[in-house]
C-alpha cells in the first residue's frame, strides 16, 4: 500500500477501429472478368508494395470486353501516330494548313494517352491490380470468376500501422472533455492492460453533440499498432482526466470483491494473511485508490489472493507464520 499520483478516471467501453488512411481500397481499373494473381491472394495475407493481387481480363465476354477495347485502342493510336508523322512533313512542306496540323497532332496526342492509360500494367493475363504499399489484405470483396465494372471495389488492404481507440463517453461527462488527455485499456481478445501513451497515443477528436440514437459522447484516440489488436474490438477503456496527488492505492490484483464489498488479503508476516474490507475510490485499470481499510505500508496480496479466498472457504487459510 502506497502512495501514488492518480489520474481521476471515468471507465467505459468502446472500440478498437482502423484508422483513417490506414485501409486502401483496391479498384477495378477496367470492366472485365476477376482472376486472383495467386494462391495466397486471401483475408489475412501479408503484402508488399508491388505485390501482385488481381488480373481483370475480357475473356469471353462479346461486350465490353477489354482485351478487345485495348486492340482497339492500339490501332487507333498506330493510325493516329501515322497520320500524325504524315502531317508534320506536308505541314513542312506547307501542303497543308496550321489547323489541320494541329488537329492531327492533337488525334494522336488523345490517342497516346488513351493507349497508354489502358497498357499500363497490362499482361498477357489482363489488367494487372498490385498492392499499393505494405499490410496485410483485410477483406477480399469479389470471388474468382466474377464480373466488375470499372470503379468496382475489389479488396481493402490495411497498412497496419495505426489504430483508433474510440470511446464512448456518458453526456454526465462532458464538462470534462477538456481534461482527457489518455486512456488504458484492455480488449476481450487479450488480458493485458494497455496505455495510449506507451503506444504513442493522442487525442485526435471527441464529439460536439448527441442524438437520440446515439446518446453517447465519442472520445477517439490514435495508437500505433503493435501488431496483436484487432480493429472492431470491443475494449474496456479507462479514460484518464485530472491528476491526483497522494493517493492510498493498492494494485488492481488486489482488489477481490465478494458480494459488492471489497477486500484484499493484508499480509500479517510470514505467510500469515487477513482479509480486509476496504472502500474504494477511482482506477486507472493499474491501480485501485483505497479510501478507508489499509494504511500506506501495509504489503497486500498482489499475485495468488484467489487461492488464499479458495483456501479460506475451505479452512485452511494459513494464520501464522510457516504454516503448510
Same mark, same amino acid.
Given at each position: 500500500?502506497?502512495?501514488?499520483?492518480?489520474?481521476?478516471?471515468?471507465?467505459?467501453?468502446?472500440?478498437?477501429?482502423?484508422?483513417?488512411?490506414?485501409?486502401?481500397? /483496391?479498384?477495378?481499373?477496367?470492366?472485365?472478368?476477376?482472376? %486472383?494473381?495467386?494462391?495466397?491472394?486471401?483475408?489475412?495475407?501479408?503484402?508488399?508494395?508491388?505485390?501482385?493481387?488481381?488480373? /481483370?481480363?475480357?475473356?469471353?465476354?462479346?461486350?465490353?470486353?477489354?482485351?478487345?477495347?485495348?486492340?482497339?485502342?492500339?490501332?487507333?493510336?498506330?493510325?493516329?501516330?501515322?497520320?500524325?508523322?504524315?502531317?508534320? #512533313?506536308? %505541314?513542312?512542306?506547307?501542303?497543308?494548313?496550321?489547323?489541320? %496540323?494541329?488537329?492531327?497532332?492533337?488525334?494522336?496526342?488523345?490517342?497516346?494517352?488513351?493507349?497508354?492509360?489502358?497498357?499500363?500494367?497490362?499482361?498477357?493475363?489482363?489488367?494487372?491490380?498490385? @498492392?499499393?504499399?505494405?499490410?496485410?489484405?483485410?477483406? /477480399?470483396?469479389?470471388?474468382?470468376?466474377?464480373? #466488375?465494372?470499372? !470503379?468496382?471495389?475489389?479488396?481493402?488492404?490495411?497498412?497496419?500501422?495505426?489504430?483508433?481507440?474510440?470511446?464512448?463517453?456518458?453526456?454526465?461527462? %462532458?464538462?470534462?472533455?477538456?481534461?482527457?488527455?489518455?486512456?488504458?485499456?484492455?480488449?476481450?481478445?487479450?488480458?493485458?492492460?494497455?496505455?495510449?501513451?506507451?503506444?504513442?497515443?493522442?487525442?485526435?477528436?471527441?464529439?460536439?453533440?448527441?442524438?437520440? =440514437?446515439?446518446?453517447?459522447?465519442?472520445?477517439?484516440?490514435?495508437?500505433?499498432?503493435?501488431?496483436?489488436?484487432?480493429? &472492431? @474490438?470491443?475494449?474496456?477503456?479507462?479514460?484518464?482526466?485530472?491528476?491526483?496527488?497522494?493517493?492510498? @492505492?493498492?494494485?488492481?490484483?488486489?482488489?477481490?470483491?465478494?458480494? !459488492?464489498?471489497?477486500?484484499?488479503?493484508?499480509?500479517?508476516?510470514?505467510?500469515?494473511?487477513?482479509?480486509?474490507? /476496504?472502500?474504494?475510490?477511482?482506477?486507472?485499470?493499474?491501480?485501485?485508490? #483505497?479510501?478507508?481499510?489499509?494504511?500506506? &505500508?501495509?504489503? #497486500?496480496?498482489?499475485?495468488? =489472493?484467489?487461492?488464499?479466498?479458495?483456501?479460506?472457504?475451505?479452512?485452511?487459510?494459513?494464520?501464522?507464520?510457516?504454516?503448510?
Amino acid at each position: 500500500v502506497q502512495r501514488i499520483a492518480m489520474r481521476d478516471v471515468i471507465k467505459t467501453n468502446g472500440l478498437i477501429l482502423p484508422a483513417p488512411g490506414d485501409e486502401m481500397i /483496391i479498384t477495378a481499373t477496367a470492366s472485365g472478368i476477376v482472376q %486472383f494473381a495467386g494462391s495466397k491472394i486471401i483475408t489475412g495475407s501479408e503484402v508488399n508494395a508491388g505485390t501482385p493481387l488481381f488480373n /481483370i481480363t475480357g475473356g469471353a465476354l462479346t461486350h465490353d470486353n477489354m482485351d478487345v477495347a485495348l486492340a482497339n485502342a492500339r490501332a487507333a493510336n498506330t493510325k493516329a501516330k501515322a497520320d500524325f508523322d504524315r502531317a508534320s #512533313v506536308l %505541314f513542312k512542306d506547307e501542303l497543308i494548313s496550321q489547323n489541320e %496540323f494541329q488537329q492531327a497532332q492533337l488525334d494522336y496526342e488523345t490517342s497516346r494517352t488513351l493507349f497508354e492509360n489502358m497498357n499500363r500494367n497490362y499482361t498477357k493475363s489482363g489488367q494487372l491490380l498490385r @498492392a499499393p504499399d505494405r499490410g496485410f489484405i483485410k477483406q /477480399i470483396l469479389v470471388a474468382e470468376g466474377q464480373h #466488375v465494372e470499372a !470503379g468496382d471495389a475489389l479488396a481493402v488492404v490495411s497498412k497496419n500501422k495505426k489504430l483508433m481507440l474510440q470511446a464512448q463517453l456518458s453526456q454526465a461527462y %462532458f464538462h470534462k472533455l477538456p481534461s482527457i488527455t489518455a486512456a488504458n485499456f484492455k480488449t476481450a481478445l487479450q488480458p493485458e492492460l494497455f496505455s495510449t501513451d506507451a503506444l504513442n497515443g493522442k487525442v485526435i477528436s471527441y464529439g460536439r453533440s448527441t442524438t437520440t =440514437a446515439a446518446p453517447f459522447i465519442p472520445v477517439t484516440f490514435e495508437i500505433d499498432n503493435i501488431g496483436n489488436m484487432l480493429a &472492431g @474490438a470491443p475494449a474496456e477503456i479507462y479514460l484518464l482526466s485530472t491528476k491526483k496527488e497522494n493517493v492510498i @492505492a493498492i494494485p488492481a490484483t488486489a482488489l477481490m470483491e465478494e458480494q !459488492g464489498n471489497f477486500f484484499a488479503y493484508v499480509q500479517n508476516g510470514g505467510e500469515s494473511f487477513s482479509k480486509r474490507k /476496504i472502500k474504494t475510490g477511482i482506477s486507472d485499470g493499474l491501480s485501485v485508490e #483505497v479510501l478507508e481499510g489499509l494504511r500506506p &505500508g501495509e504489503r #497486500v496480496v498482489t499475485i495468488g =489472493a484467489y487461492n488464499i479466498k479458495l483456501s479460506a472457504s475451505s479452512g485452511t487459510v494459513p494464520a501464522h507464520g510457516h504454516s503448510h
